[in-house]
Structure formats: C-alpha cells, structure tokens
C-alpha cells in the first residue's frame, strides 16, 4: 500500500491542491492526515471538502478551535479562528453543507494506530496540543517520556518542522536523511511537515509517503502568492498569515 502522509493544511488550498496533484502523479492509493485543516487560511470550507474524501483524518488543535474555545492560541490564529468558525456556521451552499463539515470535524478521532504505527497531530503523550520541536533534543526527559508511549513509529505534525526523532535523542533533518529512511530503523517520530505553512524556511509545502516500510519527504512548489493576496483581502485575518508563506516561517 502506498500511502500519502500530510499535515497541517490550514485552509491553503492552493497548496492542498498543489500536493493533491503532485499525490496524482506518485501512484498513491491512500492519502492519511494528520489535523489542522483549517485555521491560518483563507479557503477553509473547500480544504474540508477535499479531505473529507481522504482514507484517514484526525484532529488537530486548531479544527478543535474552531468547533470550541479556542484556548491557548494568539490573537492572530484566535482572531482567525473565529472567523473560520463564520465561515463552518454561514457559509457554503446550504445549511445540510455547514451541518456535514461541522459534524465531520466534530467526530474525527484525536489518534489512529494501525500495524505498530501510531498517527496523532502533536505527540503520543498529548495527541492534540503537546509540540515536539528539534530543539527538544536538548531535553532528554521529554523525549523518553513519549518514546515510552511509541511501540513503533509516530507520524506527527503540529510544529510545520519535517524529519525525524531518534530514540537515542536526535533529531535528523529531511535532508539529513537524503530524504528519507527506513521503518526498521526502530522507534522513530517522524515529523511529516506542513501543506499549508511550513515553518522550516522552505516555502514549499512538504508531505511523506510511506511505501514498503520505508518514507521519504516529498516538496511541492505552489502559487503562494494567490493565497496571500486572498488573506489580504480578508480583514479578520492577519497580514503576516501570508507574509509568513513566502519565506517558510
């Protein structure tokens, strides 16, 4: 089975459909993700619709923000959330349309486990909200506290940062990694990036695919320029939600 891993879409679709159609020409059979559909982006009905047809989808903290309260966020992505929430309640065709988004998101599962491969957004230990940054090499108490939940591999997402937590306490870039690696290397989290915002200095969305028992990073150039031109136009939303795409931060 040849499997497409994505996170962290926040309403960008012209990066979702760039990565869907990149998904298209690589074979994939399966597309997996792993929250924060929307929150951030300007077009976060029409990123739902597309995931909705996805094999696999679980919550993330800002879908979760958008149905409730949102808690612990800035006041950019709050003030973004809440005019999500608008758009979930008002928008769309009609009220069976807004009804079958918000129940969508409402029953999406916090983890899936599948063959020794755990899929959560941020950790194992706190599926929704706990971010595993590189810099948490330095903390090594952390890292075997979450490792100790980890019976094979962790797909994640959460900090828009791809590559790889070893067990021994390091942590590879994808590019460290030529790009990739292998399952059998043992107990791993493995961080798939962002499609919507990635945060490595790469404007490009990134994703992995999983063949085999072995993944590697895939980079999708898209017209981020369209996307911020329609978070300008949007006075809920922050400038700097799009002024970040163009430099991957």
Known sequence: MKRAILSDIHGNLEA?????????????????????????????????????????CILGNHDQGALFDPEGFSSGAEKA??????????????????????????ELPRNHRENGLLFVHGSARNPLNEYVFPEDV????????????????CFQGHTHVPGVFTVDGRFL???????GGSLRDGRLMINVG???????????????ILEDGRFRFRRVAYPFERTIEKIYAIPELDNFLGDRLRDGR
């Open 16 to 56: 979702l459909e760039a990565v869907l159609a990149d998904i298209a020409d690589q074979g994939i059979e399966q597309i997996y993700c792993l929250g924060d559909i929307i929150g951030y982006g300007p077009d976060p009905l029409q990123c739902i619709d597309r995931v909705m047809n996805f094999a696999m």
């Open 81 to 106: 959330l809440f005019w999500t929430r608008q758009q979930l309640e008002n928008g769309g065709e009609n009220h069976d349309e807004c009804l079958r988004r918000l129940n969508f998101l409402a």
């Open 138 to 153: 330095y903390n090594a108490r952390k890292l075997e506290r979450i490792f100790s939940l980890i019976e094979g591999q």
């Open 173 to 179: 870039s994808p590019q460290e990694l030529g790009q």
């Open 194 to 208: 962002s499609v919507g915002q990635p945060r490595d200095h790469d404007p490009r969305s990134c994703y992995v």
